[in-house]
């Protein structure tokens, strides 16, 4: 039997989700993509797990319970940008604004429950992203990612309150389903 894969990521409340469903909807007209993502998949990862059993996750879900003493925090989504060849990029994504200590803190804090549960540590550094197209297929007309900046200036701010562990059903839509949700502290 097939392991289920799975990811621990920050979920976007319901306005940025509709937000970012209008900027994929505008970004159609210039690009195709294989995937564009379901508005209610759309999120900001932390850390990649893949398969992982059961007997692995209560552990690490245990762990990351015991490690949670963030803070809930505010980010700011404003830029499009995009991984690999401009005229070809593999990924379409919103960004975070650049240096947003509590959202690495957090990531640095699940990155390490998950080393400490064994998961291998990534060799990248942290690119905090949410995706909104993958998979290239073509392009419509002339304009490339960067030629789009002056369309998607607008930003969007939100409270980042909880993470989760979500599971991915591939042949489903939506395809992610939290399994787990750990709130953070509102320092009330």
Not at 50 to 63: D, H, K, R, Y
Not at 87 to 108: F, T, Y
Request: proline share 6%; with cysteine; aromatic share 12%.
């Amino acid at each position: 039997m097939q392991l289920p894969h799975y990811f621990i990521a920050v979920p976007l409340n319901k306005e940025c989700q509709q937000w970012l469903s209008s900027w994929q909807e505008k970004l159609k007209q210039y690009f195709s993509y294989k995937v564009w993502p379901d508005p209610l998949d759309l999120h900001i990862t932390l850390k990649f797990l893949g398969p992982v059993s059961n007997e692995v996750l209560q552990p690490l879900i245990q762990q990351l319970r015991n490690q949670n003493t963030s803070f809930a925090f505010n980010i700011s989504i404003q830029s499009l940008g995009m991984f690999g060849n401009p005229r070809k990029p593999r990924v379409l994504w919103a960004g975070i604004e650049e240096n947003n200590e509590e959202l690495s803190k957090l990531q640095k804090k699940v990155e390490f429950a998950c080393k400490e549960q064994g998961f291998k540590a990534e060799n990248r550094p942290y690119r905090p992203h949410i995706t909104l197209g993958k998979k290239w297929l073509e392009q419509k007309g002339e304009r490339t990612v960067t030629s789009l900046h002056e369309n998607f200036q607008d930003r969007m701010n939100m409270i980042v309150d909880a993470f989760v562990i979500f599971q991915i059903h591939p042949s489903k839509s939506p395809k992610y389903e939290v399994v787990e949700l750990f709130y953070l502290n509102r320092g009330d």
